[in-house]
């Protein structure tokens, strides 16, 4: 798990953050061509905005991501919590526990191994841009064995013109 500050301006740019963000992953993780599989801007507001519930769930619930439709999370939070809002923290199975401030970047492997939870926020509302990424996929065996049979031809026909322009 990973916590970085991200150079903050003062206008909320999603794509410039995103793309911040998953060059950010890439070199936490060193791993290189994430794909964007998500990304959700959420604006959680404490009573009575923040009582409300989404799709018969509510944010602050145990509940189980679909950890297989993607390998990293990461979170941008736009304002300072403690200050600007009151809870909203992110709990780790582990114990851990993040308090969102503003300008930081949240990241972490998106497995088991990283069960999560968002506290209820109470005074305040708390922003955060949430983006997910899954590691390119390995080609199919078949595409692999074309692309080898494919090499090896034009290395054949290379070596063949290269006998020609000799032989001339």
């Known amino acids: ?3 970085r500050h991200i150079s903050w301006t003062e206008s909320m740019s999603i794509t ?8 950010a992953v890439e070199e ?16 959680i507001s404490a009573e009575p905005d923040g009582a409300r519930e989404t799709g018969g769930a509510r944010y ?11 390998d ?17 923290e992110v709990s780790f199975a582990d114990g851990d ?23 209820r926020v109470t005074r305040g509302a708390r922003t955060a841009l949430m983006l997910w990424f899954k590691c390119p996929s390995p080609p199919p065996p078949e595409h692999e064995r074309r692309a080898r049979e494919l090499a090896a031809r034009r290395q ?8 020609i322009r000799e032989e001339l």
């Open 16 to 23: 410039v953050d995103s793309v911040l963000a998953e060059g």
């Open 28 to 43: 936490a993780f060193n791993t290189s061509k994430l794909e964007r599989v998500g990304a959700l801007l959420t604006r």
């Open 156 to 163: 054949q026909r290379a070596a063949e013109e290269a006998d």
């Open 97 to 119: 526990v993040v308090v969102p401030r503003r300008g930081m970047l949240l990241m972490f492997s998106a497995g088991d191994e990283n069960d999560h939870r968002v506290s």
């Open 60 to 70: 602050w619930a145990e509940r189980e991501d679909a950890y297989s439709d993607y």
């Open 1 to 3: 798990r990973t916590t």
């Open 72 to 88: 990293y999370y990461a979170a941008i939070y736009y304002e300072e919590g403690g200050d600007q809002f009151d809870g909203g």
